[in-house]
């Protein structure tokens, strides 16, 4: 069965570092999605990608963050200059068009020193 | 705003007794509310989804749930707990086009 896959599953950078994290959606996919869940909270929507472009952002998806498909399997999310609050686990999800159910990867969990 | 609730943070069952996880939905329109399961070091796996048509849902692994508007609840049942049933499910709702909105999280434990 199709998995969408992320790497790495474990990232340690120190503070004010850049951060790229990884993402191959399932092939026949074309929406894309970066979650992430800090320890202890929420699963929060962070930003939605179709068609090269941004489709939807939340609040925390600020001018620090971009996310980029630079070829034709990989969905990309660049954290400019880290954080300490950026420390989370982040997920990566793709779907179909016209298709509501979202693909989750295994995460990779980002830890900031 | 959309919106989910899940009751529990942590419940245990005995291998064999039924599960029941609670969430309750807060939605201005019919919702699309969904059940996704994580295994330690797994991806968020779906479990099933409500998107207004049959109220009860079946999803895999013979988890089922059930849709009613008048207690605004989503709550997700298993008539018999399998160990390998031990992980984290989280209750979903969409918000705007295809933004998920996710509750706190279950933790749910398999006693033998």
């Known amino acids: 069965e199709p998995e969408v896959t992320q790497t790495p599953s474990h990232q340690v950078t120190q503070m004010g570092q850049e951060v790229i994290l990884r993402c191959v959606p399932i092939s026949n996919h074309l929406y894309f999605y970066w979650y992430r869940q800090i320890l202890g909270q929420k699963v929060e929507f962070l930003v939605s990608f179709y068609n090269n472009e941004i489709s939807e952002k939340s609040e925390i998806f600020d001018d620090q963050f971009s996310v980029e498909r630079p070829d034709g399997s990989n969905f990309t999310l660049k954290i400019r200059s880290t954080k300490l609050e950026d420390s989370a686990m982040y997920f990566c999800?793709?779907?179909?068009?016209?298709?509501?159910?979202?693909?989750f990867g295994p995460g990779t969990r980002l830890t900031v020193t | 705003a959309q919106s989910v609730t899940q009751l529990d943070s942590h419940v245990s069952v005995s291998e064999g007794t039924p599960v029941l996880l609670r969430c309750n939905y807060s939605?201005?329109?019919?919702?699309?509310l969904f059940w996704y399961v994580q295994h330690p070091n797994k991806g968020l796996q779906l479990l099933l989804k409500?998107?207004?048509?049959?109220?009860l849902v079946k999803g895999i692994n013979g988890f089922e749930a059930e849709f009613k508007k008048s207690e605004t609840s989503f709550h997700l049942t298993k008539p018999s707990a399998h160990m390998s049933d031990a992980a984290e499910y989280f209750c979903v709702v969409i918000s705007g086009t295809y933004k998920y909105i996710f509750g706190t999280g279950t933790r749910l434990k398999v006693l033998a």
């Open positions: 409500y998107t207004s048509a049959a109220t």
């Open positions: 939605s201005s329109y019919s919702p699309s």
């Open positions: 999800a793709s779907s179909e068009v016209g298709q509501i159910e979202q693909y």
